[in-house]
């Protein structure tokens, strides 16, 4: 579709379906394996794949909505790879969908990472039990700091907070943090501390001032009782912040809710302008 950026050294198989506003760096590779490849590779709006990033697929592979994966990357769908939205991927991280792989929202995986969803060493015949293919479940705003390992057949609890050079072996909980070899519970680190909806709608209040003030001449803020409004002056567009918890169902404007942290997606440039200057550590919503 149009709208994407494709460095002319990178290979993308002709069956991938790519959604619009996608960047992909120099020799990325993008294949698909076998018969019956129509349908099988989709990739959605936002995404940027960087330089030298191999990604074959011989199951599938689903990516949603403003995901980031960065340089030397290897991923492997031997079945199943599913990611979400707002993802990061650190550079030269692997991962392995050979029992399947499920990635939710906003997780965060730091450079030279690996998740497994399989063993595989001796021989079989020979009597070697190191062989199987296990589904692992990262669940949403999962983070691993850098140089994690995750074993092949575990569920990583919402939140949960991996340390760095940590080696993740079995369950975690959410909300928690680890760290080690095996990673262990860290009671008293807490990574997470509760805001309220009034704060989260000043601190999206001065955030959003935060990025007028960078753009004094394209854009003007206003400020109403449950709502912030960005005006584009220039384009006549409009982005909504709402704290209100009235379900917005026109698609045709751009609406962020902070009451269930989804927007109604666009695709105008202000929508991807304020949500690229908010989306990285400031916050994240899901598309709808």
Same mark, same amino acid.
């Given at each position: 579709m ?10 993308i ?10 960047k ?9 394996? =076998? ?10 709006d936002?995404?940027?794949? #960087? ?12 990516? &949603? ?12 769908a031997d ?10 991927? =650190?550079?030269?991280?692997i991962?392995?969908?050979?029992? =399947?792989l499920?990635?939710? #929202? ?20 020979? &009597? ?15 983070w ?8 092949? &057949?575990? /569920? ?7 340390l ?26 807490q ?16 955030w ?41 169902t ?16 666009? /695709? ?12 990285? /550590? ?7």
């Amino acid at each position: 579709m149009k709208n994407n950026q494709i460095d002319p050294s990178s290979s993308i198989h002709p069956d991938v379906v790519l959604g619009t506003f996608n960047k992909i760096g120099k020799n990325v590779v993008i294949d698909i394996i =076998g018969n019956s490849t129509v349908g099988r590779v989709s990739l959605g709006d936002n995404n940027i794949i #960087n330089d030298n990033t191999r990604i074959i697929v011989s199951g599938h592979l689903n990516i &949603g909505d403003w995901n980031v994966f960065h340089n030397n990357m290897l991923v492997l769908a031997d079945d199943f790879i599913k990611v979400g939205h707002n993802c990061w991927f =650190g550079q030269n991280t692997i991962l392995d969908g050979a029992g =399947g792989l499920e990635i939710g #929202n906003g997780v965060r995986v730091g450079m030279y990472s690996q998740i497994w969803t399989h063993v595989a060493s001796g021989e079989q015949i020979e &009597g070697c039990t190191f062989f199987s293919k296990r589904k692992t479940v990262i669940n949403d705003d999962v983070w691993l700091v850098g140089s994690c390992y995750v074993s092949s &057949g575990l /569920n990583l609890g919402k939140r949960t907070t991996v340390l760095i050079n940590s080696v993740v072996t079995k369950d975690t909980l959410e909300n928690k943090c680890y760290a080690g070899n095996p990673a262990k519970l860290l009671d008293k680190v807490q990574v997470y501390q509760p805001k309220t909806l009034e704060q989260k709608f000043s601190m999206i209040e001065n955030w959003l001032k935060d990025f007028v003030s960078l753009n004094n001449d394209t854009y003007k803020i206003e400020t109403l009782i449950d709502d912030i409004i960005i005006y584009n002056i220039e384009k006549n567009e409009k982005v909504i912040f709402t704290k209100s918890e009235k379900q917005i169902t026109d698609n045709s404007t751009s609406v962020f809710s902070l009451f269930y942290k989804t927007f109604n997606k666009t /695709n105008l440039f202000t929508e991807r302008e304020v949500y690229k200057y908010l989306y990285n /550590n400031k916050a994240r919503f899901i598309p709808k």
